[in-house]
């Protein structure tokens, strides 16, 4: 019975350990405004979300000019594991695992070859903005529901 006991509580100890652990934590997280490494410490609601800063002056200016910074804070909410992709970012048609890339620290999937060449081809900035850009983000990524995979 002793043994079930201890078995329990590091059981429990294990679980809320992970669970308490933030994904903002990760040293791949940046702050979208200073490119730092983020802290869940400093953190804003954005798009049923949470993007991650380095420092208590960082959520004041994205604040100040959301569209300054949106691209690398919807990037950050798929690294975080907050939002997953769905579809093409390009196209919002289904997706190829043949065609996957890195593109700023997370892995995209496209329908077909040419959109993965358009983006393979352009420099990391304009790989980001394209993957990443509220249009793009809105055909290709969703939410994650609480207890689904990524």
Do not use: W
Not at 57 to 77: G, H, I, M, R, W
Not at 133 to 148: C, L, M, S, T
Request: with cysteine; glycine share 6%; charged share 25%.
């Amino acid at each position: 019975m002793r043994k079930m006991t201890v078995l329990s509580v590091m059981v429990a100890t294990v679980l809320s350990l992970s669970v308490g652990a933030n994904a903002a934590d990760a040293p791949s997280l940046k702050c979208p405004v200073s490119g730092e490494a983020a802290s869940k410490d400093h953190a804003v609601a954005y798009k049923d979300g949470h993007v991650y800063f380095c420092c208590d002056n960082c959520p004041k200016k994205f604040e100040a000019d959301k569209k300054k910074y949106v691209t690398k804070a919807n990037a950050q909410l798929v690294a975080s594991g907050q939002y997953k992709e769905a579809k093409c970012p390009l196209t919002g048609k289904a997706l190829n695992a043949e065609t996957a890339i890195e593109v700023g620290g997370v892995s995209v999937q496209f329908c077909c070859n040419n959109c993965k060449g358009k983006v393979e081809k352009a420099k990391p900035n304009r790989q980001l903005n394209l993957v990443f850009n509220d249009k793009a983000f809105a055909k290709g990524f969703e939410k994650v529901v609480a207890g689904e995979k990524k």
